[in-house]
């Protein structure tokens, strides 16, 4: 599903009698009487043109040009033009001007807007898409559109974001504007569930320019039939021709190389032990990669930024072991993030039919794939009847059915109600929704809810520091932000 970006007909103009009072006449209340409600917007809009050239047209062009035939993200009524108006919105690159100019001045530019917007004749003022949760209401943005396959997201600073297709392509979303970021490897295996994966920033800071790291599938130097989960780093540059990386490191490639195009993993996080956590999915070998430590696949890493090994890392001294491995027995881990908070690192796998799980990793832990699971083949047939085995890890949550868990992050920030702390989101593949899931202080789910009902396969989800939430949706090609709407 996409969401409408605008409907379109001619703004209605009525005429009325009224009594009111003058707007800005020096604080001064002047009545009028009978006065034509017509000539009264046309004042409005008049003002909102003088207005507009003064504080807009320098960024959106003389006499309202943006503004005839444009895509709305925001909301194309009164009220959303208002709002961003005097709130800002610093992705897009509309600043605040609510402590610059006047309620009244602000209502008169959104007028003129609405009549310049009105000269398409298809034009229908709409709200932007609303959603009503259990016990809130929230605003879904649309950031960006048109999209190939998003799949990961982080964020420059909180005004930039950094998003990959799977695809191959990596994008800057700055001032509104999605700007391509140049100098990638050309070594994307780009089939069945491979491609370009997750992107994490790093601010070094030692470093005057950020790190930009990246999953992806790479093929084989040889055979490009064969591929690895493979996880690069690069300085990102900007210059007057935009974004670029001009040199990548390989900080580790997640071999055997193998034919199959499936369970790649694969999520980035920077621990706030400045620790890179790797998440690595066995590549649809269930039987040979999760139960051994003498492979990278199925397994979670744990590498100095540099790519180098820590040497408290469970395994490091562990004859044959990839020294890497934080932990193990894992299935296809596609949800990562570190809890600002307490430091502990979250991960959720895809499960077969039933058995996504959500954990909290401990070092050296075995979780147990396939050895114990709650799902089954897709088939339906069973893959073990055990659940729990000694030296194995229960997981704190598990879905049955599977909802295909993809992406995942925490809720936190002011802008979010006390009800909505520490909750999670959860990105649901295969029924095409969002899942918030409410914790109780052990961790242990105690509600959920669907979200996004129907908008295509959610992807990725990211909050930046001031506890903005982002979504990437398959199939809806898209980039969401979930604005909540705070009743006063």
Same mark, same amino acid.
């Given at each position: 599903?996409r969401?409408?970006l605008?409907?379109?007909?001619p703004?209605?103009?009525?005429s009325?009698?009224?009594?009111?009072?003058?707007?800005?006449d020096?604080?001064?209340?002047v009545?009028?009487?009978?006065?034509n409600?017509?000539?009264?917007?046309?004042?409005?809009?008049q003002?909102?043109?003088?207005l507009?050239?003064m504080?807009?047209?320098?960024c959106?062009?003389?006499?309202g040009?943006?503004?005839i035939?444009?895509?709305?993200?925001?909301?194309?009524?009164?009220?959303?033009?208002q709002?961003?108006?005097?709130n800002?919105?610093?992705?897009?690159?509309?600043?605040?001007y609510?402590?610059?100019?006047?309620?009244?001045?602000?209502?008169?530019?959104?007028?003129?807007?609405?009549?310049?917007a009105?000269?398409?004749?298809?034009?229908?003022?709409?709200?932007p898409?609303?959603?009503?949760?259990?016990?809130?209401?929230?605003?879904?943005?649309?950031?960006?559109?048109?999209?190939?396959?998003p799949?990961?997201?982080?964020?420059l600073?909180?005004?930039?974001?950094?998003?990959?297709?799977?695809?191959g392509?990596?994008?800057?979303?700055?001032?509104g504007?999605?700007?391509?970021?140049r100098?990638?490897?050309?070594?994307?295996?780009?089939?069945?569930?491979?491609?370009?994966?997750?992107?994490?920033?790093?601010?070094? #800071?030692?470093?005057? !320019?950020?790190?930009?790291?990246?999953t $992806?599938? =790479?093929? @084989?130097?040889?055979d490009?039939?064969?591929? &690895?989960?493979?996880?690069?780093?690069?300085?990102?540059?900007?210059?007057?021709?935009?974004?670029?990386? #001009?040199?990548?490191? !390989?900080?580790?490639?997640?071999?055997? $190389?193998a =034919?199959? @195009?499936?369970?790649?993993?694969?999520r980035? &996080?920077?621990?706030?032990?400045?620790?890179?956590?790797?998440?690595?999915?066995?590549?649809?070998?269930?039987?040979?990669?999760?139960?051994?430590?003498?492979?990278?696949?199925?397994?979670?890493?744990?590498?100095?930024?540099?790519?180098?090994?820590?040497?408290?890392?469970?395994f490091?001294?562990s004859p044959?072991?990839?020294?890497?491995?934080?932990?193990?027995?894992?299935?296809?881990?596609?949800?990562?993030?570190?809890?600002?908070?307490?430091?502990?690192?979250?991960?959720?796998?895809?499960?077969?039919?039933?058995?996504?799980?959500?954990?909290?990793l401990?070092?050296?832990?075995?979780y147990?794939?396939?050895?114990i699971?709650?799902?089954?083949?897709?088939?339906?047939t069973?893959?073990?009847?055990d659940?729990?085995?000694?030296?194995m890890?229960q997981?704190?949550?598990?879905w049955?059915?599977?909802i295909?868990?993809?992406?995942?992050?925490v809720?936190?920030?002011?802008k979010?109600?006390?009800?909505?702390?520490?909750n999670?989101?959860?990105g649901?593949?295969s029924?095409?929704?969002?899942?918030?899931?409410a914790?109780?202080?052990?961790?242990?789910v105690?509600?959920r809810?669907?979200?996004?009902?129907?908008i295509?396969?959610?992807r990725?989800?990211?909050r930046?520091?001031?506890?903005?939430?982002?979504?990437?949706?398959?199939?809806?090609?898209?980039?969401?932000h979930?604005?909540?709407?705070?009743?006063?």
């Open positions: 599903m969401y409408p605008v409907l379109l007909i703004v209605g103009i009525v009325a009698s009224l009594t009111f009072f003058a707007p800005r020096n604080g001064v209340k009545v009028s009487t009978s006065v409600f017509y000539d009264f917007e046309l004042e409005k809009s003002n909102g043109e003088q507009y050239a504080w807009c047209a320098d959106h062009g003389a006499n040009r943006d503004f035939q444009r895509k709305w993200k925001l909301g194309s009524q009164q009220d959303d033009i709002r961003i108006i005097s800002g919105y610093a992705l897009l690159g509309m600043p605040a609510g402590d610059v100019l006047d309620p009244n001045d602000i209502e008169d530019i959104a007028t003129f807007l609405l009549d310049k009105s000269e398409s004749p298809q034009f229908q003022s709409a709200p898409q609303l959603i009503q949760a259990s016990d809130l209401k929230l605003r879904a943005n649309v950031i960006a559109d048109g999209l190939a396959t799949w990961g997201m982080d964020f600073n909180d005004s930039t974001l950094i998003f990959t297709e799977r695809e392509n990596l994008w800057a979303i700055e001032a504007v999605k700007l391509p970021i100098g990638l490897p050309e070594d994307f295996h780009v089939k069945g569930q491979g491609g370009l994966l997750d992107v994490m920033v790093w601010n070094d #800071p030692e470093a005057s !320019t950020p790190w930009i790291y990246l $992806y599938s =790479k093929s @084989h130097p040889e490009d039939k064969r591929s &690895a989960t493979a996880v690069i780093r690069g300085t990102l540059n900007r210059s007057d021709e935009g974004f670029s990386v #001009p040199h990548w490191q !390989t900080l580790m490639v997640a071999t055997p $190389y =034919k199959t @195009h499936r369970h790649y993993g694969s980035l &996080a920077m621990g706030l032990d400045t620790m890179l956590y790797v998440t690595c999915g066995e590549r649809g070998m269930r039987d040979v990669h999760p139960q051994t430590l003498e492979t990278y696949p199925g397994k979670i890493h744990r590498l100095h930024p540099d790519g180098s090994v820590p040497s408290d890392n469970p490091v001294n044959n072991a990839i020294p890497s491995i934080w932990s193990w027995g894992h299935r296809n881990p596609q949800g990562l993030f570190i809890h600002p908070e307490t430091g502990a690192v979250w991960t959720h796998e895809h499960g077969p039919k039933g058995g996504d799980e959500i954990n909290i401990k070092k050296g832990a075995n147990g794939w396939p050895e699971t709650f799902g089954r083949n897709y088939s339906g069973i893959i073990t009847r659940t729990a085995k000694i030296g890890e997981p704190l949550h598990y049955l059915p599977s295909g868990a993809c992406g995942m992050e809720v936190l920030g002011e979010w109600p006390l009800q909505w702390q520490n999670l989101l959860v649901s593949l029924f095409e929704y969002l899942e918030r899931l914790l109780d202080d052990s961790g242990r105690i509600n809810e669907k979200l996004l009902k129907g295509g396969r959610v990725d989800i990211a930046n520091s001031r506890g903005d939430i982002f979504v990437a949706v398959e199939g809806a090609a898209s980039i969401l979930l604005e909540p709407i705070i009743e006063d």
